[in-house]
């Protein structure tokens, strides 16, 4: 069980604040280039981020 938002405890807020990240700095302020700039954000995650913050 975990808190929700408790971004230390829970590993899965770091992938949700780098995509986010990713989105703030590539976005253009429209709905249909936000809908194709998503995906790319959660690719854009390395995995080295998710293996590094789920382990420790």
């Known amino acids: 069980f975990y808190p ?3 971004f230390e405890i ?3 807020e770091y992938f ?3 995509a986010m990240g990713y989105t703030w700095e ?3 302020y ?3 280039s936000l809908k194709c700039l998503v995906p790319e ?3 854009s995650v390395s995995d ?3 293996w ?3 382990h420790e």
């Open 4 to 6: 929700a938002f408790y």
């Open 30 to 32: 429209d709905f249909e």
């Open 26 to 28: 590539n976005c253009e």
């Open 52 to 54: 590094n913050t789920g």
């Open 41 to 43: 954000a959660l690719v």
């Open 10 to 12: 829970n590993f899965i």
């Open 48 to 50: 080295s981020l998710i």
């Open 16 to 18: 949700w604040g780098a």
